[in-house]
């Protein structure tokens, strides 16, 4: 596992963004997996700015982490008031690069049928040959997509009830846009499971800020364990990328916060 520190959340999104660049260039029909959330946003604007010099998406395939269950893309509300992840992706990403509608696939919130659904995600990724990049983010509860603690470290795409924490944490942006009241908020999601990310070819997990820094450290120093989902990066046997910012980075043991300081 690499863990490289930057000076701040500016510095982390622009070496996120060279790296799934990188990638591109390198493979230009690769297959990316996206996050949602606070963290990527910067690296999404980065790769925008980076589409405007020339940055080719018109061969790539996504396949984002997970879904809340029960929301999907609304047409008939304003943009803002629909928290679902397609918006997020398509607000903050997808609407400005070259990337092919029939390239996007984020789960459907709104599926009749979600263990078919849940079962179909799994063998389109496998029939797009396996991501080659997951781009992850870290839950207050330590969860990777929404493999909250207890998650099995080998599960696959499927529905997953929401911990308190998560929706403690998400609760502010539906309660914002919508004026959502708590138990209006969905309480469920599909995901992406944990042994559907460790089958990627490489991982780039990002934290910003001192409210990760501490299951940061449990993550990435601690026990391997279900109860902090995100720590199977430990135990992933492809490339691990590990960009935090400073604040993100400051509970980590002497030797690893040392490292890599730019
Ligand atoms: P955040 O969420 O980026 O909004 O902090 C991360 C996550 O839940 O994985």
Partial sequence: MDIIIKKDYEQMSKCAAEYVAALIHKKPNCVIGFATGSTPIGTYRELIRMHK?????????????????????????????DQSYQRFMHE?????INIKKENIH????????PEEFCKE?????????GIDLQLLGIGGDGHW??????????????????????????YEAFYKSAG???????????TMGIGT????????????GYKKAKIVAKALEGPVTNQVTASAIQI??????????????????????STSVS
């Fill in 145 to 170: 997509a929404f493999n909250e603690p207890g998650a099995s470290l080998d599960s696959r795409t499927r529905i997953e009830k929401l911990s308190k924490q998560t929706l403690d944490d998400n």
């Fill in 180 to 190: 959502f009241l708590r138990d209006d908020m969905p309480h469920y999601a599909i």
């Fill in 121 to 129: 995600y799994e063998e389109a990724i496998k029939k797009a040959g």
């Fill in 197 to 208: 990310i460790l089958d990627a070819r490489s991982v780039l997990m990002l934290a910003n």
């Fill in 92 to 96: 903050e990403i997808f609407n400005y």
């Fill in 236 to 257: 992933f046997k492809g490339e691990a990328i590990v960009i935090l910012d400073e604040a993100a980075a400051s509970m980590l043991s002497e030797a690893k916060s």
């Fill in 53 to 81: 010099e020339g940055l080719d998406f018109s061969n790539v395939i996504a396949f984002n982490l997970d879904e809340y269950y029960g929301i999907g893309m609304d047409l008939s509300k304003p943009y803002a008031m």
């Fill in 106 to 113: 984020i789960p459907d919130g709104l599926t009749k049928n």
